[in-house]
Structures are given as structure tokens and as C-alpha cells.
């Protein structure tokens, strides 16, 4: 006897990727009506049965109102009998305000962490399944019974970076913050790492003072978890030019381009 397939339900921002998912994995896609109210609110309503089903919900916080269908949806899945509930949750979206540097300051990161912390938990348990965060302490803000996992999308990152380097070329980073995880995937494709120093010159920019490594004649791909408005990346990559660099190339895992 097959055993029931996974079923994967996806918030309306996420329904794309969600089609890819079951169709790459063989996973039943799990069936929402939605529709709006007039002054706003939203109806759902699960038309795909979970009972005693592992159930994987999968959606990005890239906004509040995701954040909260994520919220409602999985309450539901819950209710109505998952036997198993999986958050996948490729995107993060609060990793700007994951830690106060002063006093009064709201941690919204922990805050949301602690609301999809509250959803009540399926027969064998509830997980959170997030992707190259931001800031590697967000996993200890989920709480209870939810547990987290932290994925990191190396091998996606190291074949992207050999795609666009060639055989020989520097992986470098946009500033000193993300070192330490450059220079690990550096030594996973055995080619040498580049870093970028940065002196803060009022309170709204910076400028680069130095760049670590040769990078003369060389291609340079530089590797960022996130780009919002691209200003460190374009920073960096002037750095990497001005010292002589060949031509450049970025790989990121979040493209945000607000």
C-alpha cells in the first residue's frame, strides 16, 4: 500500500513556487478558496483534507499581511487535523530589526517569531523551515513547540559562482559582516576570497577603505545573503574594479529589490 503523499499548501505570494514544489517532489498541492470581504477581511477555507496528513504550508513574511495568512492558515491546518505541520518559510523578512541597539527599540524579528510560535501544535508536532537567514540568532527566537531549522543553500550558492567565475576567479563579499561565511564557500570551490573594508562617514553612508586580496585581471563574483537596495553591493563591486578586477558577477539568495 503507497503511503499518503505529502500535501503542500502555499500562500497566494508564494502559489508559484508552491506548483514547482509538487511537481518537482510528486506532492498533492492542497486546494484554499480565498476571497475578500468588502471592508478588507479575508476568507479562507481549506478545500483539501489534512486529517491525520503531514502538511507542509509554504509562504514568505515579505509582508505583515503574509505573515499573518501564514499565521491563520496554519492555525487551520491544525484544527483540522494535520497530523504533522512543516513551515516553509523561504524568506524571513524581519532580519533589519533582529536585535535592539537602542533603548525603546521593538525586536520585530523575535516578536514575529514569538506569534508563529503560538500556533497550536499538530498531533506529532509543528517545525519551521527557514533559508539562509540573515542573522544566524533568529532560530532561538521560535519558542514551544515549534522547532526550528536553519538551511543554507550551499551547493545552490557554490554551482551559481562557478558558473559565473570560470575555472579561476575570487569570491568576494560586500563588507566584513559576511567573512566569515565568504571565505567558507570560498574553501569549498578551493579559489581564494576577497573582502571589502568600510569606514562609516556619516549616518547614512560609508566608504571603502581597502580590499583584501589580488583581484587584478581576475573575474570576481561576489556573494551576499540579501540585497535590498543594492547600495553595499554596488560599493563592493566598484572596489573590486577600482582594484583592478576584470569583470563582476553577484550571487545572492534573497533578491529583494524593494
Not at 28 to 34: F, Y
Not at 168 to 187: I, M, P, Q, Y
Not at 195 to 218: H, L, M, N
Not at 238 to 251: K, N, Q, T
Request: include cysteine.
Amino acid at each position: 500500500m503507497n503511503p499518503t503523499p505529502l500535501v503542500v499548501f502555499s500562500t497566494r505570494s508564494y502559489s508559484e513556487m508552491g506548483k514547482d514544489v509538487c511537481r518537482l517532489g510528486s506532492f498533492e498541492a492542497g486546494e484554499i478558496e480565498t476571497k475578500t470581504f468588502p471592508d478588507g477581511e479575508r476568507y479562507q477555507r481549506l478545500l483539501t483534507s489534512v486529517i491525520g496528513r503531514d502538511v507542509v504550508l509554504l509562504g514568505g513574511t515579505i509582508a505583515d499581511e503574509d505573515t499573518l495568512e501564514i499565521f491563520d492558515l496554519a492555525c487551520a491546518l491544525v484544527k483540522h487535523g494535520a497530523h504533522t505541520l512543516s513551515l516553509f518559510i523561504p524568506y524571513f523578512g524581519y532580519s533589519t530589526m533582529e536585535r535592539a541597539t537602542r533603548a525603546g527599540e521593538v525586536i520585530t524579528a523575535k516578536a514575529r517569531a514569538r506569534l508563529l510560535s503560538s500556533i497550536p501544535a499538530a498531533a506529532s508536532g509543528n517545525r519551521v523551515v527557514l533559508l539562509d537567514l540573515h542573522s544566524e540568532g533568529i532560530p532561538q527566537y521560535f519558542e514551544g513547540a515549534l522547532r526550528p531549522v536553519h538551511l543554507y543553500a550551499k551547493p545552490i550558492v557554490l554551482a551559481a559562482a562557478h558558473r559565473l567565475g570560470g575555472r579561476e576567479f575570487v569570491l568576494g563579499c560586500t563588507d566584513a559582516g559576511r567573512a566569515k561565511w565568504v571565505e567558507s564557500l570560498a574553501n569549498d570551490l578551493g579559489v581564494p576570497a576577497a573582502f571589502v573594508f568600510k569606514r562609516r562617514r556619516d549616518a547614512e553612508s560609508t566608504e571603502v577603505t581597502a580590499v583584501s586580496a589580488q583581484v587584478a585581471g581576475k573575474p570576481v563574483v561576489v556573494y551576499d545573503d540579501m540585497i535590498r537596495t543594492g547600495g553595499s553591493l554596488l560599493s563592493a563591486a566598484r572596489a573590486y574594479l577600482d582594484a583592478g578586477a576584470r569583470e563582476i558577477s553577484a550571487v545572492a539568495t534573497h533578491g529583494l529589490f524593494p
